[in-house]
């Protein structure tokens, strides 16, 4: 049963930043591309960054310039390092696998920035 914990979200005033770390367990991590999704209020679920199990980095346009993925392999983990925050980053993060099929969502971080 692969698990996915997702930590590092809060309160951050426009401008901030934050970096959100997920923990996979019970999967060959290393092997998948994985990534980051956000599910604004009222709106689906979408995908904002993705990295390939080679490194190689893809970003929404929203997010291109701001956020930066990454992962290592040896703790099982992938990042997100959010700068330059704005209101319409708020949100929840979750990661996962970036193709199908995906893995079980996890609870997800909270990220809230205010104006």
């Known amino acids: 049963q692969v698990q996915l914990v997702e930590s590092g979200g809060g309160l951050v005033q426009a401008g901030g930043s934050l970096r959100l770390s997920c923990a996979v367990s019970?999967?060959?991590?290393?092997?998948?591309?994985m990534g980051w999704y956000r599910q604004a209020p009222g709106k689906q679920r979408g995908l904002v960054a993705h990295?390939?199990?080679?490194?190689?980095?893809t970003y929404a346009d929203s997010v291109k310039g701001r956020f930066t993925i990454s992962r290592d392999n040896a703790k099982n983990t992938v990042y997100l390092q959010m700068n330059s925050l704005k209101p319409e980053d708020t949100g929840v993060y979750y990661c996962?696998?970036?193709?199908?099929?995906?893995?079980?969502w996890g609870q997800g971080t909270q990220v809230t920035v205010s104006s």
């Open positions: 996962n696998k970036y193709a199908y099929p995906l893995y079980s």
């Open positions: 019970g999967s060959i991590f290393s092997i998948n591309a």
């Open positions: 990295i390939t199990a080679g490194g190689t980095t």
